[in-house]
């Protein structure tokens, strides 16, 4: 690990001016960031800690809905009596995620801004134009099972590996962002982005922002549900993720908000998809229909060819197993 000066950002004002510098960075938890620090992955001068700013409340906002501080913790955010009742789908989501361990160190703001678990990406003598722009993807024709079959493109195919941000991404939250200029609101399905001609560019913060918090909209009931399909029972990241939120009423389809991790850079949501499956009644047929959205333009690179069959099913599964709960 190369020498770096830390400070405690004594106020936001300062952890902006801190962080607004090309060769510093936040740290919050520190589970990702240090980890890419040792490999050399990442090498900044200075570290701004979060710590000491507060914004690790979780609390009822005025529209019914809910705050979750950007320093509270995944545990403290999984284990919150409101995300239990209200918002069961993310509770099961952050649970799938990492290790007790991890997830009692990680926040919510770290969280949303991990980095792809590219094998490239992570070894510094290996091509990766995310990691190193125009040195080439590794990844194109090489070790590629983890990697995305949405939305990918011909600098770089990588996954966003988290399972909070798929939870909230069909929760449709909504990111609070404080700038040196200005404070932001950023809907979470527009807070990552796909990769294109600027693979190094995974999220819209611009130097100098820093996340406070997230705020999910009022409880809207239904059967909530997340699959995490991986190699292993724990501490494996996603092949393909589904969360869902879904609502049943006379036998049809009343609400179908669903998103997927695993499949693309980021948490991938297709409103053509609750578009085709509201209104009409659960059905293989209707199972099958819905797959075929998802996957219209979905390509594999080898590797993770079986990522496309395994969606299919894994949607079947997921719709399946929610008219089931509905009914
Ligand atoms: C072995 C292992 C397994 C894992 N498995 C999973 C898994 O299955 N699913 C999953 O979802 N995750 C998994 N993770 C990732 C883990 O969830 C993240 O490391 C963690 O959530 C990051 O949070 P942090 O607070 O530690 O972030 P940090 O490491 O402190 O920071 C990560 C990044 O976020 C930035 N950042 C942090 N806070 C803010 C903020 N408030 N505003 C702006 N930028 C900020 C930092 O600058 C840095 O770029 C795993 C991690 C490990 C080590
Ligand atoms: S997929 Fe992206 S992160 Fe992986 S090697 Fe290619 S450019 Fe790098």
Redesign the pocket.
Known sequence: MRPFEFTRAPSLKEAGSLTAASDS???????????LMKLQV?TPSRLAD?NRLG?AQIEDTDDGGLLLG??AT?TETAVHPRVRRDYPVLARAIL????QQ??N???N???L???TRCFYFTNIDQPCNKREPGSGCGAIDGIAKLHAILGTSDQCIATY????AVALSALDATVLVSGPGTDRSVPLREFHVLPGDTPWVENV?ERG????GITLPPPVGGTQLYRKVRERSS????LVSIAAIVEIADGKFTRADLAFGGLAHKPWHDPHLADALVGQAPSRELFDTAADILLEDARGYGENDFKIPLARRTLHAVLQQAAEDAA
């Open positions: 960075m936040a740290i919050a938890g520190g589970t990702n960031l240090l980890d990442e979060l914004f950007a320093l995944n799938a995620g990492a290790t991890l997830r160190k990680a926040t703001g770290g969280n801004c991990q980095r590996p988290g399972d909070m913060l922002e820093i996340i406070t501490y494996a990241f996603a």
